[in-house]
């Protein structure tokens, strides 16, 4: 399977939104609405964000939203905060119970 | 509390086997498919192995297939990962993981993460 292909990084000063994309292909994001985002603070284990494309778990901000246009999938977040510096990673399911990750976005907040 | 303990890691010689055990508390274990998700040292997530509530339903990625095999016994709240003919770049923090539904043909997200255990595979 091929990673999924993400911004190295990206940043923004708080208050301000940005967006992270995902792109996949027709095999993975492009077919299936499987789709979570994670985010990873240094030294810490990943906490999912956005799963099934757009749905937020219950504790999650509603600053962050999930989308989907054909292969791409998005993660925007909004009012930035200096607690959302953190690596952020796409993962999708690619059929026949696998599933590819994004290769991860760094986000610093100015 | 939700928990995922994961033990079973440490340092081996290339070509070698390893078995990675998990065992989950707080959840009712048998109602979710669980995974396996491994971070190389400053690199990147990459998801391993997956496998459904019940066991009928099994993945694994194109760089550990013919070599890894996950398995579970829910009598024992347990997640286990046989490795086999391990490379060195195979070395990595593997993580064991629930799902937030019950098939590995349908996996909703990652839900709940344990802290991991050191795979290191020496020359």
């Known amino acids: 399977q091929s990673a999924l292909t993400q911004t190295a990084s990206v940043s923004g000063s708080p208050g301000q939104s940005i967006t992270i994309s995902c792109i996949g292909s027709?095999?993975?994001?492009?077919?299936?609405?499987?789709i979570s985002w994670y985010q990873q603070h240094p030294g810490k284990a990943p906490k999912v964000m956005i799963y099934?494309?757009?749905k937020r778990p219950s504790g999650v901000s509603n600053r962050f939203s999930g989308s989907k246009s054909g292969n791409t999938a998005s993660l925007t977040i909004s009012g930035l905060q200096a607690e959302d510096e953190a690596d952020y990673y796409c993962?999708?399911?690619?059929?026949?119970?696998?599933?590819?990750f994004g290769g991860g976005t760094k986000l610093t907040v100015l | 509390e939700v928990q995922l303990v994961e033990s079973g890691g440490g340092l081996v010689q290339a070509g070698r086997s390893l078995r990675l055990s998990c065992v989950g508390s707080?959840?009712?274990?048998?109602?979710?498919?669980m995974h396996w998700v491994r971070q190389a040292p400053g690199k990147g997530l990459e998801w391993v192995s997956g496998?459904?509530?019940?066991?009928?339903?099994?993945g694994y990625a194109g760089s550990v297939k013919g070599r890894f095999t996950i398995s579970r016994d829910n009598t024992k709240n347990s997640l286990y990962l046989q490795m086999n003919s391990l490379r060195l770049e195979d070395t990595a923090l593997f993580y064991c993981?629930?799902?937030?539904?019950?098939?590995?043909?349908?996996?909703?997200?990652?839900?709940?993460w344990g802290q991991g255990t050191m795979v290191t595979v020496s020359s």
């Open positions: 993981v629930k799902d937030r539904g019950a098939s590995a043909a349908a996996p909703l997200a990652f839900d709940i």
């Open positions: 707080g959840f009712t274990f048998d109602d979710y498919a």
């Open positions: 496998i459904s509530w019940n066991s009928a339903n099994l």
């Open positions: 027709s095999s993975n994001v492009g077919t299936f609405n499987l």
């Open positions: 099934e494309g757009s």
């Open positions: 993962c999708s399911y690619a059929g026949s119970s696998t599933l590819v």
